[in-house]
C-alpha cells in the first residue's frame, strides 16, 4: 500500500465536502470553495469525519495516483481552512516591489518597472524586501510565486533577483586579476 495513499485525512469541523460522479469533489471551508477533478479509478469514501481513498488494483499506474489523489484532497482541505502563503525575496541595488490595489510593480533593472496582475483568488502582499503570496489553492500560490521569480532569478555571483525565503543560492567565486 501507499504509505502517503492510505493515511485518512481528518476532516476539521466547518468543513464539508461533496463527492459527486467521476469523482469531482468540492470542498467548502471557512476561507472559500475548491473544486477539482480527481483521477476516476480511485475510490474516495468519508466515514466518520474522515476522508479514505483506496485503489481497485496494484497496477503501477493506480499506485501512483494512489498518493498523489490522496495529496491533492488533503491540499483541498487545508487551503480552505488555513490557507498557502509563499514568501519571496527582493535582493539588489536599486531592486524594488510596490503594490497599488492588485498591481504589483516591480523594478528590477530594466529599462520599464514589471508589472503584474494579482491573479482571482490570490493576494499579494509586501512587506519591505519581502513580497508575501496568500491564497487557498496551492497549485496557484506556487505557479505565481514561480512567475514573479521568473522576472529576476537569482544570480549566483552577487546574489541579486527574487528568491524564496527559505531558497539557497549557491555562489560562486568572481573573476581575478592578472598576477
Given amino acids: ?10 476532516v476539521p469541523a466547518g468543513v464539508t465536502v461533496d463527492i459527486a460522479e ?27 469525519g474522515q476522508l479514505i481513498v483506496t485503489r481497485p488494483n496494484d497496477l503501477k499506474k493506480m499506485k501512483s495516483l494512489h498518493g498523489l489523489t490522496r495529496t491533492l484532497l488533503n491540499n483541498m482541505v487545508v487551503g480552505v481552512t488555513e490557507g498557502f502563503t509563499k514568501e519571496l525575496e527582493v535582493n539588489g541595488v536599486g531592486y524594488r516591489a510596490s503594490k497599488q490595489g492588485k498591481k504589483l510593480t516591480l523594478a528590477l533593472g530594466y529599462s520599464h518597472p514589471v508589472e503584474m496582475e494579482d491573479p482571482e483568488g490570490l493576494e499579494s502582499t509586501i512587506d519591505g524586501n519581502k513580497i508575501i503570496i496568500k491564497g487557498i489553492d496551492k497549485e496557484k500560490v506556487g505557479q505565481y510565486a514561480a512567475e514573479i521569480r521568473a522576472k529576476r532569478a537569482p544570480e549566483p555571483y552577487k546574489g541579486k533577483g ?9 555562489r560562486k567565486v568572481g573573476k581575478t586579476g592578472k598576477k
Fill in 1 to 10: 500500500m501507499s504509505r502517503i495513499g492510505r493515511m485518512p485525512i481528518a
Fill in 22 to 48: 467521476n469523482n469531482k469533489v468540492t470542498v467548502k471551508g471557512p476561507k472559500g470553495t475548491l473544486e477539482r477533478v480527481l483521477p476516476a479509478e480511485m475510490e474516495i469514501k468519508q466515514e466518520d
Fill in 162 to 170: 527574487i528568491k524564496y525565503v527559505d531558497e539557497v543560492i549557491r
